[in-house]
């Protein structure tokens, strides 16, 4: 009986070859730069992490943004700290999924661990007045609430957004994008894929405040990870964000301390229905 052939020795050597180019970081050599596929994984990857930065950084729901195509892509090593990308890459309004500006970013994974070291400036196709105007009518709508916002579930199984929840929904990308971003490595990369229950504290003061849940889909290993996050957030100021996660694996994975972005500190694509 005939067994089964073998694969070429050197047709297997060339398919291994191909997918290490494709899954792992390139092994350049100290301070050689190295032109990646703007389409490839890893220039992806930097540049969400890229975006959850600015997006946490940003502290402002009407300034959020998803990552549209990257258009350039440069990797080098640099001996005793890490790998840099040097990235150019289009963005879209997190909400209404237009143009909303490119970016020019660099991204460094240290050798040590911690988070992606991450210096982003974008070009702008809304004007601050226009952000400022959208951050306020959202945070009014929360204070005009008669009773504190609950929720399960954001979006449901359609990818739909109640109107109510919206604000809400808005944040948690905002809040969550810190964890992302703080989460992020070379290998490993975050969207936010549901928030999975929401309950606001009332406050005496004019700050809104809430408690999360959130699901948030890493990639590659398609786990879905658990975050608890408590989220305090007014128009203008630092969002501030406390988190501890969990994963079915992995049981209590990491926490953090009060964190916080600022609007003036900015010079998963979203897929959800609003």
């Known amino acids: 009986?005939?067994?089964?052939?073998?694969?070429?020795?050197?047709?297997?050597?060339?398919?291994?070859?191909?997918?290490?180019?494709?899954?792992?970081?390139?092994?350049?050599?100290?301070?050689?730069?190295?032109?990646?596929?703007?389409?490839s994984r890893l220039a992806a990857a930097a540049a969400r992490a890229a975006l959850h930065?600015?997006?946490?950084?940003?502290?402002?729901?009407?300034a959020l943004?998803?990552?549209?195509?990257?258009?350039?892509?440069?990797?080098?090593?640099?001996?005793?700290?890490?790998?840099?990308?040097?990235?150019?890459?289009?963005?879209?309004?997190?909400?209404?999924?237009?143009?909303?500006?490119?970016?020019?970013?660099?991204?460094?994974y240290p050798k040590?661990?911690?988070?992606?070291?991450?210096s982003i400036k974008c070009m702008h196709t809304k004007d601050q007045k226009q952000i400022q105007e959208e951050d306020n009518k959202l945070y009014q709508k929360i204070r005009q609430q008669t009773k504190a916002i609950t929720g399960n579930n954001i979006p449901d199984s359609y990818g739909n957004i109640e109107p109510a929840l919206e604000p809400a929904w808005a944040l948690a990308v905002a809040g969550s994008s810190y964890i992302m971003w703080e989460k992020s490595t070379e290998n490993l990369g975050y969207f936010m894929a549901q928030v999975k229950s929401v309950?606001?504290?009332?406050?005496?003061?004019?700050?809104v405040e809430f408690d999360y849940t959130v699901l948030l889909h890493e990639l590659p290993t398609q786990e879905i990870i658990s975050c608890h996050m408590r989220l305090t957030w007014f128009p203008g100021r630092p969002l501030k964000v406390k988190y501890f996660c969990a994963s079915e694996n992995k049981g209590l994975e990491?926490?953090?301390?009060?964190?916080?972005?600022?609007?003036?500190?900015?010079?998963?694509?979203?897929?959800?229905?609003?």
């Not at 309950?199 to 700050?207: A, E, L």
């Not at 990491?254 to 609003?274: C, K, P, R, T, W």
């Open 1 to 39: 009986m005939q067994g089964l052939s073998a694969a070429p020795p050197a047709a297997f050597l060339l398919l291994l070859l191909r997918l290490s180019a494709l899954l792992l970081p390139a092994a350049a050599a100290p301070g050689a730069e190295r032109e990646l596929n703007p389409s």
């Open 65 to 108: 943004r998803a990552l549209g195509q990257v258009r350039k892509a440069t990797l080098k090593s640099i001996p005793d700290s890490g790998h840099k990308y040097y990235l150019q890459f289009t963005t879209e309004d997190y909400k209404s999924g237009e143009n909303a500006g490119s970016c020019l970013a660099t991204v460094l």
């Open 53 to 62: 930065y600015l997006n946490f950084q940003a502290g402002s729901p009407g």
């Open 199 to 207: 309950k606001q504290w009332i406050r005496k003061d004019d700050v």
């Open 254 to 274: 990491d926490g953090s301390g009060m964190e916080s972005g600022s609007a003036a500190e900015i010079l998963h694509e979203s897929g959800v229905n609003f």
């Open 112 to 118: 040590i661990k911690s988070p992606p070291v991450v």
